[in-house]
């Protein structure tokens, strides 16, 4: 493997028992530095434990959660654990789940998270002769600002495209020859379309050779199309805000799991109801401690999106443990009729029909009849709609797999290219739901 600033043998395939010992070191000064928050020193108290009980990283789980409604009850700046000159910049999450929370970074942190985006980067293959175009949003969204130094950091020639205009982001990946791209994976699927709207072939064209996509739950199947599309290796990248954004987990070039960078975080996977840990292997949710953090360092925190460790070495060999692809949040799951539905179970099935494009609506209503889920999908754009015994058989077997799938029969609506709007700036809104809850 190429030795770089950015591939860091030591850090990356260390012994995990040297790893241990550095996350305990670490765990133990964040610890201590946590008391410069008040309310650590209150949540200490109500525990009665003190940094000093803290001994072997077994330990971590006397430390208390920290949940997003803490960070909002401590709205702007309750978690800090600097004095405000120290900190350089503030970042909020997206508020997807409701209000935004607020995030702080030192100069330090802001270095650390580079090196972490320039580490992920540099690990799917970029190098500094690529060129990195980035079209998430650059303001309080992480994902602008995170790749952006991560990128520099490698040294690549960066677009700083940010969000939406895609006419404009297809005319700088040509113009300027942009050979690594950011994109949200719902972004990705859009800038496909208008390319062949637009006639432009991404493989004759373009020098798309990276993708980089994440910040959304998205299918094994999703990913695959996209890579057929645009002609490119798509990894999936793990971002969030309260952690410092994306850096915090990569899928190597084995895309088979996301190393999740334990020199950063010490990670645990809890059954989310009696928030108890489960082993390796088991689904759950999963809680990071910040490690190397110094504005805003946060224990235990609930990140809400589930997923397990894939058990084993990786064949790369990195020490750093592996996610699986995130299933969704734990708020994202849909009870209908007593059965429990992931969205990214729906959009696995409907994605093996290559009659079908990428976008759909799953709409949760109350009828007559009970609770209804109707699924509004877009036809592939090569697909005719004028071949009306052909639409009713594939409506037919949509439904039939979803019904092996998610156990419940959904009404299937398929409905041409283009008719669902999706926001070429926000996350995709994939589930909308009108039940009456009495
Ligand atoms: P918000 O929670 O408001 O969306 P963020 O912008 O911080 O704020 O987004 C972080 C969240 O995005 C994560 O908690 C997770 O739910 C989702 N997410 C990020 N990356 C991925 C990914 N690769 N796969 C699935 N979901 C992801
Ligand atoms: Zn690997």
């Known amino acids: 493997m190429e030795y770089s600033p950015y591939y860091n043998p030591e850090l990356e395939t260390m012994p995990r028992k040297e790893l241990e010992r550095l996350q305990l070191e670490r765990l133990q000064h964040t610890v201590r530095h946590c008391m410069n928050a008040e309310f650590y020193r209150k949540k200490f108290a109500e525990l009665g434990i003190t940094p000093d009980d803290i001994k072997s990283l077994d330990d971590v789980r006397r430390l208390p959660f920290t949940t997003k409604e803490d960070l909002r009850e401590n709205y702007p700046f309750g978690l800090a654990c600097v004095p405000m000159r120290d900190c350089t910049r503030l970042h909020s999450s997206s508020g997807t789940t409701g209000n935004p929370t607020v995030v702080l970074h030192t100069k330090k942190d802001l270095d650390e998270w580079a090196t972490a985006v320039a580490r992920c980067l540099w690990m799917v293959g970029s190098r500094p002769e690529d060129v990195f175009q980035n079209s998430a949003g650059y303001g309080m969204f992480t994902a602008g600002l995170g790749f952006q130094y991560g990128a520099e950091a490698v040294g690549m020639l960066t677009v700083p495209a940010a969000a939406g205009n895609t006419t404009r982001q297809i005319k700088f990946i040509r113009d300027f020859g942009t050979t690594v791209l950011h994109a949200i994976p719902s972004y990705a699927s859009r800038i496909y379309e208008v390319m062949r709207e637009e006639g432009v072939d991404p493989r004759r064209d373009t020098k798309l050779r990276v993708l980089c996509i994440g910040a959304e739950p998205h299918s094994e199947e999703q990913r695959q199309r996209i890579e057929e599309n645009l002609g490119v290796k798509a990894y999936n990248s793990y971002g969030i805000s309260e952690m410092m954004g994306p850096g915090v987990a990569f899928e190597c070039p084995q895309q088979n799991g996301l190393h999740i960078w334990e020199d950063y975080f010490i990670v645990e996977i809890i059954d989310p109801v009696t928030l108890e840990p489960l082993p390796d292997g088991e689904l759950g949710e999963l809680v ?34 592996r996610l699986a692809r995130l299933q969704g949040r734990s708020d994202d799951m849909i009870i209908l009729k007593g059965v429990n539905i992931f969205p990214i179970q729906i959009e696995k099935t409907l994605l093996k029909f290559r009659e079908l494009a990428t976008d759909y609506l799953i709409t949760l209503e109350t009828k007559e009849e009970g609770d209804t889920m109707t699924i509004d999908v877009e036809l592939a754009a090569d697909f005719s709609t004028d071949d009306f015994k052909a639409l009713l058989a594939l409506e037919k077997n949509v439904t039939r797999l979803l019904k092996d799938e998610i156990l419940i029969t959904p009404k299937i609506h398929l409905v041409p290219k283009g008719t669902l709007t999706v926001s070429d700036e926000k996350k995709a809104v994939r589930v909308k739901d009108l039940r009456k809850l009495f």
């Open 288 to 321: 990071l401690t910040t490690i190397n953090r110094e504005a805003m360092p946060l224990l235990r925190y609930r990140t809400r999106d589930l997923t397990r460790i894939l058990p084993g070495e990786c064949s790369c060999g990195r020490c750093h443990r």
